[in-house]
């Protein structure tokens, strides 16, 4: 008489338990990997517009030093115009950067956050498995 109840023995319900817990963590290894490659590429290019930010200040830090050290010696000439100009540009260059950098980083965890929830699918699964028997053979 077959009342629906799995009677296997433990053991083979173990081993076959764990056979899909370990093909669950490489498919969710896979995942982490594919997720965090995409999340890093998002990452690095923000830096570079980072970098470039620093960089364009710097130099703009230099050419207002430069401004205000030809202000000093000849007040009204145009080099020192000149001088304001590439500052101001040089600066504006940097704010672009920075906010460009800025953007790119809204909203962006560095959580894998599909793997995550993928991972606590898989363990609620077994745990169902485990508790209720396996349906498949």
């Known amino acids: ?3 629906g109840i799995d009677r296997r023995a ?3 319900l173990v081993n076959e338990a764990l056979e899909k ?3 669950l963590i490489r ?3 896979r995942l982490l990997e594919a997720e965090m490659k ?3 590429s998002i990452i690095v290019s923000s830096s570079a517009c980072g970098i470039a930010a620093v960089a364009l200040f710097v130099l703009a830090s230099f050419a207002m030093v430069q401004f205000l050290i030809l202000v000093m010696i000849h007040l009204g000439i145009s080099a020192i115009v000149a001088c304001l100009a590439v500052g101001i540009v040089l600066f504006g260059g940097g704010l672009l950067s920075l906010h460009l950098a800025k953007r790119a980083l ?3 965890t560095i959580t894998p956050i599909e793997t995550v929830n993928q991972v ?9 498995g485990i508790r209720y028997g396996t349906t498949q053979r």
């Open 38 to 40: 995409s999340k890093s």
């Open 1 to 3: 008489m077959n009342d």
């Open 106 to 108: 809204v909203g962006l």
């Open 21 to 23: 817990f370990a093909s």
């Open 120 to 128: 606590r699918s898989d363990i609620a699964a077994l745990k169902q």
């Open 27 to 29: 498919l969710d290894l």
């Open 10 to 12: 433990f053991g083979s």
